[in-house]
């Protein structure tokens, strides 16, 4: 009996421990702006540090585009996410416990980033009189998708439903699809089209700063005290810890909070985004 009472304690504490394991499990979704392969790659070597620096275990759970991320990140099944700015404003109106932890910075040192428009250098199209124009987009939930690029063409006095768009979802596809010709122009991060300058790809126009890329947390699943530590990780991380993350996360980060996205919501209000293409 002795050892039958030793054998079920032990069996008691084995189950603690895996549910307290399972606990201190998060589930992480990248942001589709790139291959998988790309993404995964550039986002192993933060989680391991935040792995490292919290105990937490952490789990990649890749997405093909921002509606599905939206929809299981509102189902609970992810506890944190990397996204854009307009993802996250979406986001937060479907579930008031998405909370920004840090902005990551540019490699300028800036928590702000630009969406451009780009063309092929040797092409000089007039913004002021576009119409009837192959226009490249990422996604409709995409910051630099429509909502930035009808924005900078509305500035110079045209509009994307004078044109003719489809969306193509992640920024290297859009970068490489106007330099084989297939559209004239598209919009995409700056950062990520001038990446294309040696493949004859230019910036035409360029945004006013947005808030930086961030890393979200579900205070549905996350206690305050880990979204705390998560942060303070992030936000001390420097010199050799980072150089080795990828090329949107690797300059650091700094606290991040909703008031930040304010400026970006008032612009939002005014756009109607399809969900598709007109062409």
């Known amino acids: ?25 998060l ?9 998988p392969e790309t993404v995964v790659k550039q986002v192993k070597p933060m989680l391991a540090h935040l792995e490292k620096t919290t105990g937490i275990d952490i789990r990649i759970d890749y997405s093909s585009d921002y509606a599905e991320i939206l929809q299981k990140f509102a189902d609970g099944k992810l506890d944190l996410a990397y996204l854009g700015p307009l993802p996250y404003l979406t986001l937060r109106d479907r579930v008031a416990q998405a909370t920004p932890l840090v902005h990551f910075k540019e490699k300028s040192g800036s928590a702000t980033y630009t969406c451009a428009i780009v063309a092929p250098a040797d092409a000089k199209p007039d913004l002021s009189r576009l119409k009837k124009h192959k226009v490249a987009l990422t996604q409709p939930l995409s910051t630099c998708g429509f909502l930035s690029t009808d924005g900078l063409l509305r500035q110079a006095g045209s509009r994307l439903d004078d044109n003719l768009y489809r969306y ?4 290297d596809e859009v970068a490489l699809a106007v330099t084989r010709g297939e559209f004239e122009l598209g919009g995409l991060k700056t950062a990520i089209g001038r990446k294309y300058a040696h493949m004859g790809l230019a910036v035409i126009a360029e945004s006013g700063p947005l808030p930086g890329f961030a890393l979200v947390a579900n205070a549905k699943t996350v206690s305050k005290e880990r979204m705390d530590q998560l942060r303070d990780a992030l936000v001390a991380a420097e010199g050799d810890t980072i150089k080795g993350w990828g090329d949107n996360i690797r300059f650091g980060a700094v606290a991040a909070f909703d008031g930040d996205y304010d400026g970006l919501r008032r612009l939002r209000r005014q756009a109607n985004i399809p969900e598709t293409g007109n062409f």
């Open 168 to 171: 193509l979802d992640k920024h």
């Open 27 to 35: 589930t992480f979704a990248p942001l589709p702006m790139e291959s």
């Open 1 to 25: 009996m002795m050892y039958a009472g030793r054998g079920l304690v032990m069996a008691l504490v084995a189950a603690v421990v895996c549910g307290s394991a399972r606990a201190e499990s």
